[in-house]
């Protein structure tokens, strides 16, 4: 039973720290999709790779947020310093050019 | 730009009985995909029905089942006989078959299912 793995599930930080957030998308999906849910904007794109490049990081706030998939089975989302807005869950999703996107279980980041 | 919109924040149905969920969304494209997901207390994203808007034949998945009408840009959502396990947020969303792949979310719709 494929699925999309991600860690930590649960993760509580002191603004300014750094997060590292881990995604393990399924076998053989060659897209990877970084998404944040908050009760005021609801699901909302961050970032997304094919194929591990980069094809739109337009949804992600440069200045501390960083995406990176250093390989085929791992993708990485980084906020440096971290900040209170940035609590929220973090969903990865992967999928293939043509179909669905499924989800991983999500990282509900809580910024003190 | 595409935007999804559901207007029903919460909606709520007796065990066993029907409940239609609505979503309308705006785009210039003619080709795309529609998707609803649930999201169980768990927070996990389970997708439940897909639609692609070339076929006409409305998507079914035992229970679920969509009632999609393209020129109306209109996509509900009817689960039948429905069953306490169906309580979740319920999330309609736009996909461009072509170029920018992201998913488009409307705000969601919390199901309750009273026993």
């Known amino acids: 039973d494929a699925r999309v793995t991600q860690t930590p599930r649960d993760k509580v930080t002191e603004m300014g720290q750094e997060v590292t957030m881990r995604c393990q998308p399924i076998?053989?999906?060659?897209?990877v999709f970084w998404y944040r849910q908050t009760m005021m904007q609801g699901l909302e794109l961050l970032a997304y790779?094919?194929?591990?490049?980069?094809?739109?990081d337009s949804g992600m706030p440069k200045d501390r947020f960083s995406a990176e998939m250093p390989d085929a089975t791992l993708a990485t989302l980084k906020i440096q310093p971290s900040e209170p807005r940035d609590s929220a869950v973090y969903f990865c999703?992967?999928?293939?050019?043509?179909?669905?996107?499924?989800f991983g279980p999500g990282t509900r980041l809580t910024v003190l | 730009a595409q935007t999804v919109t559901q207007s029903q924040p919460e909606m709520s149905v007796q065990e066993a009985e029907t409940v239609t969920l609505s979503c309308t969304y705006d785009?210039?494209?003619?080709?795309?995909?529609l998707f609803w997901y649930k999201q169980p207390p768990s927070r996990q994203m389970i997708l439940v029905i897909r639609q692609e808007a070339y076929k006409q034949q409305n998507a079914t998945e035992n229970r679920f089942s969509v009632n999609f009408q393209k020129a109306a840009k209109s996509f509900s959502l009817k689960i039948s006989d429905s069953q306490l396990g169906d309580a979740a947020m319920y999330f309609c969303a736009y996909r461009r078959m072509r170029g920018a792949q992201k998913l488009v979310f409307g705000q969601g719709t919390r199901l309750t299912i009273n026993p």
């Open positions: 785009t210039s494209e003619s080709d795309y995909y």
């Open positions: 790779f094919r194929n591990r490049a980069p094809l739109d």
């Open positions: 076998l053989g999906h060659n897209t």
């Open positions: 999703a992967s999928g293939t050019s043509t179909d669905t996107q499924y």
